[in-house]
């Protein structure tokens, strides 16, 4: 059984930072492409960030050079560091591979995700 359990969002000003975490459960997610998610209000989810199995990496343009994603295999958790965070970066963000984990009996596999919120 899947489990991604997000966490670090939270309430930040304009030019701020954050970290955050993704600890993955019930799989060997080395050998899977791992990725970050947003969805802000409104919007369709979005793929922000992605590590490949080889840790090669693509980012949105809209976070390219301001997001860093990283991935500790041994401890099955990715990282997701933003800086110079802008109010259009508020969503609430996931993790998980990419594709997403999909069944036919329940469909894709989400975590709860962790809400990230940029204003004065």
């Known amino acids: 059984q899947v489990q991604l359990v997000e966490s670090g969002g939270g309430l930040v000003q304009p030019g701020g930072s954050l970290r955050l975490s993704c600890a993955a459960s019930?799989?060997?997610?080395?050998?899977?492409?791992m990725a970050w998610y947003r969805q802000a209000p409104g919007k369709q989810r979005e793929l922000v960030a992605r590590i490949g199995n080889y840790e090669t990496t693509i980012y949105a343009d809209s976070v390219k050079g301001r997001f860093t994603i990283s991935r500790n295999n041994a401890k099955n958790t990715i990282y997701l560091q933003m800086n110079s965070l802008k109010p259009e970066d508020t969503a609430v963000y996931y993790c998980n591979k990419d594709p997403p984990f999909y069944s036919v009996a329940k469909g894709e596999y989400w975590g709860q995700g962790t809400q990230v919120t940029v204003s004065l």
């Open positions: 019930g799989g060997i997610f080395s050998v899977y492409a």
